[in-house]
């Protein structure tokens, strides 16, 4: 899947997450602000590579402000942000695991 | 000795949104979680609230705890697609808001059957409760009760009945027949009967006496809106130390009866019917979940 | 939670009600309540209206929580509601002006700080990559030279008056980097603008022409100059655009200085020009000072040419005079365009 226009998904409350992602052409390019970045930085943004892989999507702007949530939480985020950033939704079930 | 019994008298409610809420309510030990799907969640966030509870409902933290998801009713457009989630993600019940009818909880196990087939999903495992909102509903509670053998409860949700019958929430009188109705139906089903939501959280009285009232005509819980409540209802619900020494000596007696292979049970000279045993069980299981009553 | 938490949109224009609570809400957090604003989030809770936040296009204002319910959770509750509004009417990139004092607190709410007057005002946009990415772009288009010379022009329309500030310019610098202002509120469409001063400044050498951005004289940096259309100037945070400038986009490209021409008629643009000697000269920045150099309009028949004299003669039917003032493109395209049709005497 390919995005193909700016989309936002999450809240800036507590435990959660806002993501907000935009179209691309060849380069996936992630910002990652968080008030535990020292501490779990790194693995934010293999979550959201993981995520990302899964859906079959390699390019596109990611900018996210993490708010604390759980790994399962800024999937879900992420997840929806694409859902609404793309034209056709073709992701298997098992593909958002 | 028979299974131990499921103890349904806490259902917290969270919206299906809340982050916050989703990752940590575990913690207020409720009976049931119910994720909420419906009401709680905005048309914009429809999408959102369904990703997030698919992926909460896998957490390891809340395979201790018996999941509900409350869907979106299945003529909405979201209906439909709630239940992939939710059943591929492995909840225990899917409840279904605005049951009128039998055929409404047809269609959707005939959906939650496909579901389970397709996922991989032992067919069966999903169960199904149906909320009652309205006058048809409390009319058919009792078509709705039996419908399925996947059913485990039903609850009356307050709100949308008052209106349907022209009323209000008031004393408690206008709800009377409705409680009735849909308690009679389950007991009837052999399956769960659930109370509507209190929703002053600040009236821990009033919050009490509708309790005791549930309690008495037989509800087995509540569903609540605040996490606080749970304690309090947990408390109203737990037996005194007579109750449990008369429960204890009950099944004492029915399962030295049952060793001797006696089809009698009695206790201090006086013959106990199999429900006087049933409830003896429940008392047990109320103590063993929190305790006697303070 | 016993009482539960409304929120919703309120248009202004249709809700007198609601917009007179919001106006005595903003009083207490004392705020003004501004005219531009299109749409608002509001959050009521027992009937009383608690939170608002505003949207004028892509443009946070008027943001206040009542001081009895004041606490991190709301304000964030609130700014998520209006980030989601914005979306739902096609503003992605968001700008917010608030007191410095209250930097902080949007910082934890998405918020970046873009230019900050001490004391006064802050602009802030919801991207930690907005301003920086531009940035990195100009970057790409710096020239070598001791003398980096830039212009700002709206160009509404292109006239030899613009012409005549680019080849002094050009004449004194080693590069001059040129911007079309980009915001759509003028007569003459941006798109037209752009193709006019770009036809205009043909044969002039070292300068590179530069498509505007928000970051640059925009309803974002500089509202209040786009009022000045419809009668209303108000106050004009210069300030905020200018320090952009300096602390921006001048040091991504090297500008060492800015050209401008006298302002004889426009008083906004006259304060925008006077405003350039503090803002871009001063010690108000840790940014390096850039020279503005400030050159006599060119005259024709003793009259300084402008675009808005131009704009006179337009509504005037005035052909024969404006060739006087515009190369032969921008007067043909005034002419097919934008002739202005006047009922023709019976």
């Not at chain 2, 949700?157 to 409705?178: C, W």
């Not at chain 2, 209802?233 to 099944?251: G, I, K, M, S």
């Not at chain 3, 709410?109 to 940035?135: D, H, K, R």
Request: a negative charge; hydrophobic letters at 45%.
């Amino acid at each position: 899947m390919k995005i193909v226009r700016e989309a936002l998904a999450g809240t800036l409350e507590s435990s959660d997450l806002m993501v907000r992602i935009a179209p691309r052409d060849d380069e996936l390019e992630i910002v990652l602000q968080s008030e535990v970045i020292q501490q779990f930085g790194a693995q934010i943004e293999a979550v959201v590579r993981d995520t990302l892989a899964k859906l079959g999507i390699f390019a596109g702007l990611i900018v996210i402000e993490d708010k604390g949530a759980l790994d399962c939480v800024v999937r879900a985020r992420l997840q929806t942000a694409v859902q609404r950033g793309v034209d056709a939704w073709t992701a298997d079930w098992s593909a958002l695991s | 000795m028979s299974a131990p019994l499921k103890l349904r008298r806490s259902m917290l409610f969270l919206p299906g949104s809340n982050a916050a809420m989703l990752s940590t309510a575990y913690v207020f030990k409720p009976d049931c979680i119910m994720f909420d799907l419906e009401d709680a969640v905005s048309l914009r966030e429809k999408d959102s609230a369904r990703l997030l509870v698919f992926h909460t409902l896998k957490l390891p933290v809340y395979s201790r705890v018996e999941t509900v998801v409350r869907i979106n009713s299945l003529s909405t457009p979201f209906g439909l697609t709630d239940l992939e989630a939710v059943v591929r993600a492995g909840v225990d019940v899917v409840r279904l808001p605005k049951t009128d009818t039998a055929d409404d909880v047809h269609a959707l196990e005939a959906e939650v059957e496909r579901i389970e087939t397709d996922c991989g999903r032992a067919v069966g495992s999903t169960k199904l409760m149906a909320a009652i909102e309205s006058a048809a509903g409390v009319v058919n509670a009792l078509a709705i009760a039996t419908a399925s053998k996947r059913m485990i409860g039903i609850a009356l949700a307050g709100f949308d009945y008052v209106m349907d019958m022209q009323t209000e929430r008031g004393d408690g009188s206008e709800l009377f027949y409705a409680r009735c109705a849909v308690l009679h139906a389950a007991r009837y089903a052999k399956i769960d009967a659930f109370d509507v939501v209190f929703s002053d959280v600040n009236d821990d009285a009033g919050f009490l006496k509708e309790v005791e009232l549930i309690k008495r005509l037989g509800f087995n819980g509540k569903s609540l809106i605040n996490p606080r409540q749970i304690d309090l209802l947990h408390n109203a619900f737990a037996p005194t130390e007579e109750e449990v020494d008369y429960a204890r000596r009950v099944v004492q007696a029915a399962e030295t009866a049952e060793s001797k292979g006696l089809g009698v049970i009695s206790l201090g000279g006086k013959m106990i019917d199999a429900p006087i045993v049933a409830h003896a069980r429940l008392v047990i299981a109320r103590a063993n979940a929190s305790g006697l009553r303070t | 939670m016993s009482e539960e938490l409304l929120s919703y949109a309120v248009d202004p224009a249709e809700e007198e009600n609601e917009r007179q609570e919001i106006v005595r809400l903003l009083a207490r957090s004392d705020l003004d309540y501004e005219i531009g604003v299109e749409a608002f989030v509001v959050f009521r809770l027992a009937r009383r209206l608690i939170a608002c936040a505003g949207l004028e296009k892509n443009v946070v204002k008027c943001v206040a929580i009542d001081p009895d319910w004041r606490g991190e959770a709301l304000g964030l509750k609130l700014l998520t509601e209006i980030v989601h509004l914005a979306h739902e009417r096609g503003h992605v990139h968001l700008f917010l002006y608030t007191k410095p004092d209250n930097v902080d607190f949007f910082r934890c709410c998405g918020f970046y700080p873009l230019a900050v007057v001490p004391g006064t005002v802050a602009l802030m946009e919801n991207t930690p990559v907005g301003i920086q990415s531009y940035c990195n772009q100009l970057k790409k288009l710096r020239q070598p030279g001791d003398v980096i010379g830039s212009i700002v022009v709206n160009a509404n329309p292109f006239t030899y008056g613009h012409r005549h500030l680019v080849e002094h310019a050009a004449a004194h610098s080693d590069w001059v980097h040129l911007f079309v202002v980009a915001e759509d509120v003028s007569l003459i469409s941006y798109r037209d603008r752009f193709q006019l001063v770009k036809a205009g400044i043909e044969g002039i050498p070292r300068v590179t022409l530069h498509p505007g951005s928000e970051y640059m004289v925009s309803r974002a940096t500089f509202s209040a100059y786009f009022f000045k259309e419809k009668g209303i100037v108000g106050d004009c945070f210069t300030a905020i655009d200018l320090l952009l400038f300096r602390n921006w986009i001048a040091p991504a490209l090297g500008v060492t200085h800015r050209f401008v021409g006298t302002e004889p008629f426009c008083r906004t643009t006259h304060k925008y020009n006077a405003d350039m000697m503090h803002w871009l000269r001063a010690d108000v920045s840790v940014s390096p000072a850039i020279a503005v150099v400030e050159i006599p309009r060119s005259e024709q028949d003793q009259a300084p040419i402008s675009a808005s004299a131009v704009r006179r003669l337009l509504r005037a039917g005035d052909f024969s005079t404006i060739a006087k003032l515009v190369p032969p493109t921008t007067l043909a395209l005034l002419q097919s365009k934008y002739r202005i049709e006047r009922p023709t005497a019976a």
